[in-house]
């Protein structure tokens, strides 16, 4: 089993930053891709960006331009560097990676709120 740790959530006002971080543990293990997926109150869980084991990357129209995923493959560690924040940004964000060919691990999800 692995464990993904998400920490960097909080409250933040509209056009400021925050850095979410995933750290993967557990037993001898492989990530074949990682990403961050949000889910607000009343709505579906959406992707927000992937990374896969090379550095490509995928976005999100909606954040296209503000968001920036990268992935420290030795400490098997996802960030998530969010600036211009908005509003319809709150929400609460989980981590994913992709352990095997069937199967994923989620955190458990950090709530990043965006308000004036």
């Known amino acids: 089993q692995v464990q993904l740790v998400e920490s960097g959530g909080g409250l933040v006002q509209p056009g400021g930053s925050l850095r979410l971080s995933c750290a993967a543990s557990?037993?001898?293990?492989?990530?074949?891709?990682m990403g961050w997926y949000r889910q607000a109150p009343g709505k579906q869980r959406e992707l927000v960006a992937l990374?896969?084991?090379?550095?490509?990357?995928n976005y999100a129209d909606s954040v296209k331009g503000r968001f920036t995923i990268s992935r420290d493959n030795d400490k098997n560690t996802v960030y998530l560097q969010m600036n211009s924040l908005k509003p319809e940004d709150t929400a609460v964000y989980y981590c994913n990676a992709v352990i095997s060919a069937t199967r994923s691990s989620w955190g458990q999800g950090t709530q990043v709120t965006v308000s004036s």
């Open positions: 557990g037993s001898r293990f492989s990530i074949y891709s």
């Open positions: 990374i896969d084991t090379i550095g490509s990357t």
